[in-house]
């Protein structure tokens, strides 16, 4: 059974999720020093652009998303959206004007991260036909790995690239990393209705026996959303915030905030991995919640931190928060949609888009009135409040009657 997630496909899949986590990696950690440092503008405007990113992703990610599901083959839109991406990262690697960076990030930069969610449906799509059931959450945890193995270098690496190269560099490489996604997409990933293992019938009766979601659905779904959309946006408030809590509060040049954020990638990989494995013995739910209790240690650490070495020893935790988020939450939103690879994709992305435009609000608002550090004061009622709504999310094992199971064709 191991040898199901070690298969030309799906090592072509973790491949270009590790390429694409680079990407993030290069791009998100530094944009907001980039707003602040290089363009010179405040922290109610550092906050614009990444509200807008939000807003527009969810938009795109909702639309295309139920479309795809329609679609016989994912990965033209994994390579259209990624040039996308390319020249977004173009843009920013040439301009210095703050509405053109911002409108860039908003609409062309947000239009690119629609790749990721396709990538993770066609991930998906693969998981459910060629991976054995109990597998699906090991699976969906190694992909996320690679985005985790990414983050080890990928902050550090872009950190350095913009102190000593500048920015321009950093985004240019960025550009040319997005482009070779979108190539590779296209010549290493096969069309998967191609490539079933089972007739072609099948397929066609699994797309025709997903039916209506019931009630009890839809309400844990609704606050699983809810909960996930927080706690994402406590994490994209740290992001956001870290670098410039380093910088103003702490003396600390932000060269190291690249280094914390690769050391939390490199714990969270075992952690992630981990809850990968237990997902068939444990509640999926539950392993969330202790993830959420994680955060509160992390969150209220820094808050008290006053030296590099304290930032340093806080990433354990951090690691156990976003290592069990990360590896298990599109598991959970899987399982409440089954047979609906691109809507759960969407949905799931969405979380975070939701999470960036609370933490854009967040951050804009409370660090502009309190300081940086207030921003983590926050994330301690944030990750509170998704604990709780998680606490109302009833588990898909407890479910008495699925609604696909009840239709026969």
Known sequence: MIATLFRP??????LLFF???????LVLPTLSVFLAKEIGVRPLLVGIPFAGIALTSIAYNQWIGRWSDSLADRRPLVAGFCFVGTVSCMIFAVSRNYWVVAATAMFLFSLSMVSFSQMLAYSLDYADRHIPPERVPLFNAIVRAQIAFAWVAGPPAGFLMASYLGFSTTYGVAAGL????GIISIKLLPRLRQTLDTPTEDGQQLLTQVGPLSPAVKRSLLFCLVAFSLMWGANNAYLISLPLH????????????????GTTAFLEVPFMLLAGHLAARVSLIAMIRLAGVAALLLYGGIVVADALW?????QLFNAIFIGVLA????????????????????????TTHMGNLLSSLMVGLVADYFGYQSVFVANLVVVVLAIL???????VRSYSTPAPATEQD
């Open 178 to 181: 997005f482009a070779m996604v």
């Open 310 to 314: 304290q930032l340093f020893v806080l």
């Open 19 to 25: 390429i694409v986590g680079v990407v993030g990696a």
């Open 9 to 14: 496909i799906a090592l072509g899949i973790y």
């Open 389 to 395: 709504a998680f606490g109302l999310v009833k588990p």
């Open 246 to 261: 380093l910088k103003d509060n702490l003396n600390i040049d932000t060269e190291w905030s690249g280094w914390i954020m």
């Open 327 to 350: 590896g298990l939450g599109v598991s959970v939103i899987q399982e409440l949609l089954p047979g609906r690879s691109g809507s759960a994709s969407a949905l799931y992305t969405n």
